[in-house]
Every structure is written in C-alpha cells, then in structure tokens.
C-alpha cells in the first residue's frame, strides 16, 4: 500500500499551485465550452415553423436576435456576417430566394417547405457547434437529402395502399358469405419526385408547381383472398327432446348465424342475440334461478354460448370475458361452458385474424353447432384443443326439507337425491402436426352440489292431494321428480335471458395460474389470455 507523504514543503507546494493554475484554465475551457454549447442548444432545440407550418428533420431551432455566431468568422458566400445574429445571418443568406415551390398530384397542392432556408440552417448549426472561423462558401441549392424528406412527406399524404375484398356480409338464400370491397392502390414516386424538386432548386426554378407521378399497385384477386379462408373449427353439442328449450336454442342459433367480426373487433354475444323475449319466439323452459329448476323465458340459450366458446378457443381467438355455471353443465365437458344472460354475464371474445370472420351456427335434429370461417390465426400445422378433468369430488349439500301434508303422517319422501359438488382444471392443449408439445393451465372451477329435497309430514294428519298438483294419495308423480332433475347449469338467482330483470352476477373467480413445461427444441406459445 503506498502511502501520502506528509511533507508539505517548497517542491509539494510549487506542483500544488501549477496544479491550482491548470485546474483554473480547465474550468475557464469548460465555462466556454459550455456557453457555446448553450448557444448550439438553443439555435437547434427550438421550433420554428416554415413555410406552410410543416417542419423537416433538420428544421427545427430555436434563436434569438441577440444570438451571435462564432465572433472570428468573417463572411459566407462572400457576405459579410461578423456581429449578426443567427436569423440575421439565415435572411442575409437566402436573400434573393423567393421560395414559391409546390407539387401536385391528380387536382391537389401541397406546398413545399423552403428547403434552401432549411440547408442555410443546417450549414449554420454546423458552423456554431465546430465553433468555425474566417470565411467559407457552401452550396445552399444542394437539397438532394432535404427533398428525400419532403418527398416522403408528399408520399405520406397521397400515398393509397390496396384494400383487398372482404367478407361484407351473409348472403342466407345461398348459405354462403360474400366478399366485396376490394381496392387498387397508388404508391408516389419518391425517387423521381425528389430528383425534380433538387434539380427545380439547383435551377432556381423556385415558383412553379411540379407534377408528382404515382405507380399503380393492384389489390389480390377475390380468388387470392378467398383462397385464405376456411372453416377454422367447428363444434357440435347435443340438445334435449324438449321442444321449448329446442325452440330457444334454434332462435340463438338464427341470431348468431351470418354475424361478421371485423379484425380486433371485440364480439359481444348478447349484443348480437339481443333479449331473450316472447315477442321474439322464445318460450319459457327450465333454468337454474337460486338452484330451483324454474321456467324462464330463453331457456337453454347457454347451450348456444358454450358451443361457441369451445369454437372460438380453438381457433386461437382472445376470449376476453368468459363465466362458468354454478352447477355443472350436461350439454359440454364440464370446465368448458360459457354462461349468459341479459345483461350479464356476457360471452366476449376478440377477432385476432388479419381478415373479418364469419360465424356460422344453426339447430336440427337435437343437434346445435357453431363454426368460424377465416383466416387461421394459428400458425401453420398449430392446434390447440381444449381438455377437462375433474379433479375433486365435493360434498353433497344438506338436503332441503319440504312440508307435505299430502303424505302419511311422520313420513318422507325423497323428491329428489341431489348430486355432489365438483372442482375440474381445464388445459389448453397444443399440438403441432398432431404432436401435443405443450400443455397450459388455462382455468379452474368448482361447481356446487345440488340440494337434495325431501318431503315430509311432520303434522297427525294427511290432507289428500288436489287433481293436477303434482301427487296423488300421499305419492309424489313422476312428473314432480322429473322437474328437479338438472337440465342446465345456470347461475345461483341468474335467469336465463329473461328480459326486464337484472341477474344478480355471481363472484368472479380468479384467474389460475399459467404453467407450462417448454420442451428442447420447441417453440413456446404464450397462454390464452381469459378472464373468468
């Protein structure tokens, strides 16, 4: 370890002042340094509009009148500039220029920006920021690189890019979608249109107006448009031989049917079914209200949502708002339903194609399907499916007591045995050339049990059942148990697209947690973001 001498005499005190003397020189350079630097900061971090009040790259500074260039230079171009101020100095330079430049393009006018005060600028704020000296010429009519610039800008405005046709809408004699829109484009020579406005400059041609020249750019045939498309997925579930139910879940089916989302287009499937009224056809059928089988108007809708989330999933779309049942449903995979009702909850997803899709849905024999046409989203030889497991079976609720004077005295009768409860993961499985290489949590939910009813007379006497009241001589009928049986899995106190009444919106669950297992060599696909 060196250590500092403590002696402190003639020769430390002569290096302490030629050091107090370079440290004195050091902070004057820099105090200049840092005046000239100023000065360069505020000629060039200003704005000052030209002509038009657009601005280039290198057109944009602020001065001042008080402002001085460099004191030793002499002149420019053979004027003389010592003691001007750098908007003096600009105006002294371009003096003689009249700036009356401007290009058209099929019947529109765009002045140009003055490009010859801008290359005087340029030439300025070089001459300040090297601190410059004596005298020095400069071609001011050399604007090739400012009229690149100004050339883009003009391209920027006229520029038309070629609007290929899309789907415009659902043709329902034929079935099918029809494309229409399609559009040619025009790209601006930039090239050309630069070189003219440089030679305009060079020439001092400087009130004219030039022509700009544009290239037609043809849109892709219909034919190359359409070849893109396909049916991505499609899905099917399996109704009931309720004709009423049937009836609501054929109306969602027509509603949906035909519908275009266009690209980042968030769709909404109660804004596009709309109420669930009997003005509209809908007829009332058995829904879950507070875990009662009860009889609301839309009933069986959900079937119609859920078949088109499995769909829109597995496409590769971004469900942004998706709910489960309460009680599990019987019409999909548990962990796979999407609930709704008026307003909510709703069924939301995003149309993450590059083009507009079409949903096709439609209801025939017992049978409900729903399908996407489009671009896919997915890259090449890329599935994704969905895959349900239960993973708990939960308890058995306590069982709901129900007075029956109909019934022997201290007697009971089951009306109905109730189910138990149930907790299913559900994964988003990816495959790639029908070869599964990732497998990701997407959710996970608990579905509640069924209430167990029991009738019971707990009085001394027997009161014999009234016709049509559902028992008969103290026995429960077959259509009373029948009526407990679950038929949907709708939300605690939610009403199946009943119009007029606000369902009350069960607890969000949170969202799982993502995991995924990367394998060597594999390309990794980020999860689908959901909100349950």
């Not at 030629?18 to 340094?33: D, E, P, V, Y």
Request: aromatic share 6%; proline share 4%; net charge neutral.
């Amino acid at each position: 370890m060196v250590k500092k001498s403590a002696y402190n005499g003639p020769r430390n005190s002569r290096i302490k002042r030629q050091r107090a003397r370079r440290r004195k020189k050091m902070m004057i350079r820099a105090g200049a340094a840092a005046l000239c630097l100023a000065a360069v900061i505020g000629a060039v971090s200003g704005i000052r509009t030209l002509v038009g009040g657009h601005k280039t790259k290198n057109q944009e500074h602020i001065t001042s009148m008080e402002e001085t260039l460099p004191q030793k230079l002499k002149e420019i171009n053979g004027i003389s500039v010592k003691g001007l101020g750098y908007e003096e100095t600009v105006a002294a330079l371009i003096k003689g220029y009249d700036w009356n430049l401007s290009v058209s393009y099929e019947g529109k006018t765009e002045k140009l920006n003055n490009l010859i005060e801008a290359r005087t600028r340029q030439y300025l704020d070089e001459i300040c920021t090297q601190n410059m000296e004596g005298s020095y010429t400069f071609d001011l009519l050399d604007v090739s690189e400012l009229a690149k610039e100004e050339a883009g800008r003009l391209a920027g405005i006229w520029d038309q890019k070629p609007e290929n046709s899309t789907l415009d809408h659902y043709d329902a004699a034929s079935g099918k979608f029809v494309f229409c829109g399609g559009k040619d484009g025009v790209v601006i020579d930039q090239e050309k249109l630069a070189a003219d406005i440089s030679q305009a400059v060079k020439d001092q041609k400087l009130d004219q107006s030039l022509s700009a020249e544009g290239n037609f750019q043809a849109a892709d045939s219909d034919e190359a448009v359409q070849a893109k498309y396909k049916t991505l997925e499609t899905f099917t579930t399996n109704t009931t031989s309720n004709p009423k139910r049937n009836t609501n879940v054929r109306l969602a089916a027509e509603a949906l049917n035909g519908t275009i989302v266009q690209p980042g287009e968030e769709f909404s499937f109660n804004q596009v079914i709309g109420p669930r009224t009997e003005e509209k056809g809908y007829q009332a059928a058995a829904a879950y209200n507070s875990g009662e089988v009860v009889q609301e108007v839309g009933g069986g809708v959900c079937q119609i949502s859920s078949t088109l989330y499995r769909v829109v999933f597995e496409t590769g779309m971004e469900v942004t708002y998706r709910r489960s049942h309460t009680f599990e449903p019987n019409y999909v995979t548990p962990g796979q339903d999407a609930t709704i009702s008026w307003d909510m909850p709703d069924f939301r997803f995003v149309n993450t194609s590059e083009g507009a899709i079409g949903i096709r849905a439609s209801y025939a024999d017992q049978k409900a399907t729903v399908s996407i046409y489009g671009i896919p989203v997915l890259d090449d030889g890329v599935t994704w499916k969905l895959y349900s497991e239960k993973t708990e079976e939960g308890e058995k609720p306590e069982p709901q007591y129900v007075e029956d004077p109909t019934l022997a005295p201290g007697t009971e009768k089951v009306k109905s045995n109730g189910t138990t409860g149930s907790t299913w993961v559900t994964y988003k499985v990816i495959y790639k050339d029908g070869v599964e290489i990732d497998r990701v949590k997407d959710h996970e939910k608990i579905y509640k049990g069924h209430t167990p009813v029991i009738l019971r007379n707990t009085g001394t006497t027997q009161v014999t059942a009234e016709a049509g009241d559902g028992t008969a001589n103290g026995q429960t009928t077959e259509a009373a148990v029948t009526a407990a049986i679950p038929v949907d899995g709708m939300d605690d106190e939610t009403h199946s697209g009943a119009p007029g009444q606000m369902a009350r919106c069960p607890r969000v669950e949170p969202r799982a947690a993502q995991r995924s297992v990367k394998q060597p060599g594999q390309r990794r696909y980020r999860p689908q973001r959901q909100r349950q």
